[in-house]
T-cell receptor, first 113, second 111 residues
Framework: KAGVTQTPRYLIKTRGQQVTLSCSPI?????VSWYQQTPGQGLQFLFE???????NKGNFPGRFSGRQFSNSRSEMNVSTLELGDSALYLC????????????FGPGTRLTVT | GQQLNQNPQSMFIQEGEDVSMNCTSS?????WLWYKQDPGEGPVLLIA?????ELTSNGRLTAQFGITRKDSFLNISASIPSDVGIYFC???????????FGQGTELSVKP
């Protein structure tokens, strides 16, 4: 069974631009969570989607948004990029919303210049 | 917000040695998970724990869900060079709640 895939793997953007990241969960998984990983802050939870509905949300500004499609694929959008948004963005899927055996993708490395 | 204190932050050991790391919190957790992350990759799930006192093994790895539900431990026996990486604990305060991650333990193994 294929694992979680994320595209693109690497991205360079300029301050003020916006970016969309994509995540395809493991086949059959209905829950997708997004995390931001930085050396200083570690792994920080952004949000979780289950059956196209946002179930949980972390403490990030409204510039960070997401959505989930009917096939469980998810996208994350960051508008008006700031230098501090440079990070590894990780997506994780799990079978059910209450199952926290989350399986991570390889991440998207975003660099904001 | 809620925090998990993961210790130690880094470890330098000789191949063949055993390793122990832990996560503690002032809050009671419903679930504990342990992950390993290699450079440039996403974390890989090693062990999941769901009940207080539970002891679970995965090969040379053994993890325990503390009796107080405020801590968890991971042991690696007879370490090998491929054990190198960053180990994260993660906890869930309530069923269906978000996962909270520790800061990670960076493990280095000298052949």
């Amino acid at each position: 069974k294929a694992g979680v895939t994320q595209t693109p793997r690497y991205l360079i953007k300029t301050r003020g631009q916006q970016v969309t990241l994509s995540c395809s969960p493991i086949s059959g998984h209905r829950s997708v969570s997004w995390y931001q990983q930085t050396p200083g802050q570690g792994l920080q939870f952004l949000f979780e989607y289950f059956s196209e509905t946002q179930r949980n949300k972390g403490n990030f500004p409204g510039r960070f948004s997401g959505r989930q499609f009917s096939n469980s694929r998810s996208e994350m959008n960051v508008s008006t990029l700031e230098l501090g948004d440079s990070a590894l963005y990780l997506c994780a899927s799990s079978l059910r919303g209450n199952s926290y055996e989350q399986y991570f993708g390889p991440g998207t490395r975003l660099t904001v210049t | 917000g809620q925090q998990l204190n993961q210790n130690p932050q880094s470890m330098f050991i000789q191949e063949g040695e055993d390793v122990s790391m832990n996560c503690t919190s002032s809050s009671i957790f419903n679930t504990w998970l342990w992950y390993k992350q290699d450079p440039g990759e996403g974390p890989v799930l090693l062990i999941a724990l769901y009940k207080a006192g539970e002891l679970t093994s995965n090969g040379r790895l053994t993890a325990q869900f503390g009796i107080t539900r405020k801590d968890s431990f991971l042991n690696i026996s007879a370490s090998i060079p491929s054990d190198v990486g960053i180990y994260f604990c993660a906890g869930q305060l309530t069923q269906g709640g978000k996962l909270i991650f520790g800061q990670g333990t960076e493990l280095s193994v000298k052949p």
